[in-house]
């Protein structure tokens, strides 16, 4: 079991920036994996990004990559999703999650069903 806490979340214009942290606890494994995913109103919840805990290897959804940056800090056992260039399409609530012991890697790291221990979200508002 691994409990995550998310932070970060906020209002910013389009085109700007914002940086979430995920605060990881309990039995974490280097083959764990940790996630971000989202969902918007109206939406089903999709997945954004991940991250191997050992490897520090990532996997991202086409409609972030090369502006949203996960990465983690195994001292802090924090993991961080940088997004930049936001649009108001990435106006969601954003859930960090966890796999606690699978290495989650390229399609199936998308997969919501994978993931097991959740947080409770953060909003993320991008106005245009």
């Known amino acids: 079991q691994v409990q995550v806490v998310e932070s970060g979340g906020g209002l910013v214009q389009a085109g700007g920036s914002l940086r979430l942290s995920c605060a990881a606890s309990g039995r974490i494994f280097s083959t764990s994996t940790i996630g971000w995913l989202r969902q918007a109103p109206g939406k089903e919840r999709e997945f954004a990004a991940s991250?191997?805990?050992?490897?520090?290897?990532?996997y991202y959804a086409g409609s972030v990559q090369g502006r949203f940056t996960i990465s983690r800090d195994t001292t802090k056992n924090t993991v961080y999703l940088q997004m930049n260039s936001l649009k108001p399409e990435d106006t969601a609530v954003y859930y960090c999650?966890?796999?606690?012991?699978?290495?989650?890697?390229?399609?199936?790291?998308?997969?919501?069903?994978?993931?097991?221990?959740w947080g409770q979200g953060t909003q993320v508002t991008v106005s245009s």
């Open positions: 999650a966890a796999a606690p012991r699978r290495p989650l890697l390229g399609p199936r790291a998308g997969r919501i069903s994978e993931y097991d221990n």
């Open positions: 991250v191997i805990w050992g490897t520090g290897s990532t």
